[in-house]
């Protein structure tokens, strides 16, 4: 990478975390509001998520990242899913979330809910775990449970962590896949483009603006399935989400 590159990218970031202060700023309060006052979850869950949308409507576009959304005929109205997305960077969880349409929950570590402002709207569409705590973790399948036992969708990112190997994908963890046949709910896979471009791994305080697509593929069924599938269901998926990735890309 050149010099002239690299301080370009950096004036970027710079633009990248300013426009994210300013425009958080607009709907922390409303967001706030829906958090204390809605009660019900799926209606608390869908509130939150309209502001949600339109920040991101206003701050991607903004640093010049705009979402380019297909697949979302693959949605079927009266069916919720479990959403599995890959993941490269932050930029992915800004992406997926208003992507996924109707009211829709993601596991989030639970750390970052410390931070402020940002924090709390983090926090209102997730279910936090604290990945180092067993009995946190235990509670919070119990609460995806929940959510997807309510008709709300559950996004998830089944490698765990980012991804800052050379393979399109990592390993797939169970989680998803045992929630997903426990309840019976298909699961739908989610690929994103670029969000590595836009936020290296390794390239320190350094952004560059890309759009983003995600494309939603056609949903696998659990019907039938037991738990001496998932393993079978785990790579079933994988290997459906690499294929398209190195197709796509």
């Not at 309209?50 to 069916?79: A, H, T």
């Not at 471009?197 to 320190?204: A, D, M, N, R």
């Not at 593929?217 to 599938?229: A, M, Q, R």
Request: glycine share 6%.
């Amino acid at each position: 990478m050149s010099i002239f590159k690299k301080i370009l990218g950096g004036i970027f970031a710079v633009w990248m975390l300013i426009w994210f202060v300013i425009t958080i700023l607009l709907v922390a309060i409303p967001t706030a509001i829906c958090h204390y006052t809605i009660k019900d979850e799926i209606k608390q869950a869908t509130a939150i998520l309209k502001w949600y949308r339109i920040w991101m409507d206003i701050y991607l576009p903004g640093v010049f990242c705009p979402i380019r959304k297909r697949g979302l005929s693959n949605f079927k109205e009266g069916e919720n899913y479990v959403v599995v997305c890959n993941h490269n960077s932050f930029v992915d969880i800004l992406v997926s979330t208003p992507s996924v349409p109707g009211a829709s929950k993601t596991l989030a570590k639970a750390e970052l809910a410390k931070i402020p402002i940002f924090g709390l709207i983090y926090s209102s569409g997730s279910i936090l775990v604290d990945r180092k705590d067993p009995q946190n973790r235990r509670k919070s399948l119990v609460e995806m449970k929940r959510v997807l036992e309510q008709g709300m969708h559950l996004i998830l990112y089944p490698e765990g962590t980012r991804n800052t190997t050379s393979e399109p994908l990592q390993p797939f963890f169970d989680g998803a896949f045992t929630l997903a046949v426990k309840t019976q709910k298909p699961v739908l896979p989610a690929v994103i483009f670029h969000t590595r471009k836009i936020l290296p791994s390794h390239g320190g305080f350094y952004a560059w603006p890309h759009s983003v697509p995600i494309h939603f593929l056609e949903p696998v069924s659990t019907k039938g399935l037991e738990s001496e599938d998932v393993d079978k269901l785990k790579e079933q998926v994988r290997r459906i989400m690499v294929d398209y990735y190195v197709a796509n890309q």
